[in-house]
């Protein structure tokens, strides 16, 4: 709230840039190279596009029909339609706590990563660098804290002075940084093997796991399930038009996983690395493979400052879900929820940062806590997007959310039956098959 009324994004390119921001983040440069290189390759991308396009897209549009009809972030919207549901949007709220707490640890070995490249200080035994970083008591606390800063004083200057002025800048700058690295990773001898491996879907490959993992991937990359989106679209004028809204994002946030894929894979190959190292790919092999390139070192700085703009236009987002709830539901002033928030949620991240080094003997149903806050927001979002399309469905109703979605008819909605169906049965059909597998009660 500015000046006690609703803040509103400035435009609806302003809009687009703050919730792709939101979603291109270290989920698509990070996780997901590195998840294909596990899960077989180009099935993986495979699957992962089917899932965008029927689940990803139905789950984005419901989720901005909510906000916008609502003028509320999560928690308030849900209450406000059923207040028996407004547990829903407080799943989301703790989500946005969760995911910030271990997201701004990796932001912060983001910003180590991207200092120590700037001033060469990363040794040759990139592996062993890696960990001693990670499992040091002091140094990822530090960058950890300067991560929560950065992004603190972003939402700290609200919506169109603070989040949508960064994305403006960050996502383009990104997306150009993004498409000279993919050209330079291409255009190595050699790079045709990863070309080949991400593009080529190998079948035998395919099992339940890379059906789970690429579901779980597709809520966390597009930022579903626990109200950004809701949240986001509470600041969204009534003539804008939701259903172009949710393909244009969805589709910028693939096109930027894709090409990091295209970035990355590439020259893991060229250089004879191993696609399949999991979350090192990044912190581990790609310096090696900067530090093998000509002029490697202006790329590696490249592509850490691309990585953090990724990282922070996501963290910003994070946070804006927890403060607006906090200036929605119990009427606190932004400075007071940034403060506060902004400080409880590193104040969390300290441990599961440790829990890389000095606390790794703490084990919570076999993971340590960093691992553990990973899974538990696995959960929750595709829970959240579950709930969502229930609550839509069977709750709110399909003539309301179709009346939001076309501002009372002034919208055509060409995807309406599409949409529908999707939202009223297959959707959530789909998370609860993955789910029922994903226990092993179901064994597909
Ligand atoms: N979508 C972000 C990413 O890909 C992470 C995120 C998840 C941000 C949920 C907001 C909400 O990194």
């Known amino acids: 709230m500015e000046n006690g009324k609703r803040a509103q994004w400035g435009s609806n390119f302003g809009f687009i840039m703050a919730a792709a921001g939101s979603a291109v983040g270290l989920g698509n440069l990070w996780k997901f190279p590195y998840l294909a290189g596990k899960n077989g390759g180009g099935v993986f991308v495979l699957i992962y596009l089917l899932i965008v396009l029927f689940i990803g897209f139905t789950i984005m549009l419901g989720e901005m029909a909510i906000g916008r009809s609502t003028q509320l972030s999560s928690y308030n919207a849900y209450r406000k339609i059923n207040k028996k549901w407004s547990y829903v949007g407080a799943i ?3 989500a946005g706590f969760i995911i910030l707490s271990f997201y701004s640890v990796v932001g912060g070995w983001v910003l180590n990563y991207l200092y120590q490249t700037v001033i060469g200080g990363i040794p040759t035994d990139t592996s062993a660098y890696f960990g001693s970083f990670i499992s040091d008591p002091i140094s990822p606390i530090f960058w950890d804290m300067v991560f929560m800063i950065a992004t603190a004083i972003i939402v700290f200057k609200g919506i169109g002075g603070g989040i949508e002025k960064a994305c403006k800048f960050m996502m383009p700058a990104l ?9 330079r990773a291409m255009t190595l001898p050699g790079a045709g093997a990863g070309i080949a491996f991400y593009l080529t879907p190998d079948f035998s490959k395919l099992t339940a796991g890379t059906i789970v993992a690429a579901l779980g991937q597709v809520f966390f990359s597009l930022s579903l399930g626990m109200g950004c989106i809701i949240t986001y679209g509470s600041y969204l004028g009534k003539e804008e038009n939701l259903e172009k809204n949710s393909i244009i ?3 910028l946030d693939t096109l930027v996983a894709l090409l990091a894929g295209f970035a990355i894979l590439p020259a893991v190959f060229a250089f004879g690395f191993e696609p399949g190292s999991g979350p090192g790919l990044m912190f581990i092999t790609l310096p090696q493979v900067f530090d093998k390139m000509p002029l490697g070192w202006i790329f590696g700085t490249l592509f850490f400052i691309l990585v953090l703009f990724a990282a922070l236009t996501s963290s910003i ?3 804006e ?3 607006a709830y906090m200036q929605d539901h119990h009427k606190w002033g932004r400075t007071k929820a940034v403060i506060v928030l902004s400080l409880l949620m590193f104040l ?3 441990p599961a940062s440790l829990s890389m080094g000095i606390l790794s003997n703490v084990q919570i149903l076999g993971n340590n806590l960093f691992d553990f806050l990973v899974l538990i927001s696995d959960i929750l979002l595709p829970l959240g997007g579950l709930l969502m399309c229930i609550f839509i469905g069977y709750v709110w109703g399909m003539d309301k959310a179709l009346a939001e979605i076309t501002n009372n008819g002034k919208f055509p909605f060409k995807l309406k039956g599409f949409w ?4 009223k049965y297959i959707a959530p059909l789909a998370v609860i098959v993955v789910f029922l597998n994903a226990l092993g009660i179901l064994k597909l």
């Open 92 to 94: 989301g709220v703790i």
């Open 175 to 183: 997306f150009v940084i993004l498409v000279i690295i993919s050209i």
């Open 420 to 423: 529908t169906i999707m939202i």
């Open 317 to 319: 987002s994070l946070l």
């Open 249 to 251: 994002v969805p589709f």
């Open 348 to 350: 969390i991240s300290i």
């Open 321 to 323: 879900v927890t403060v």
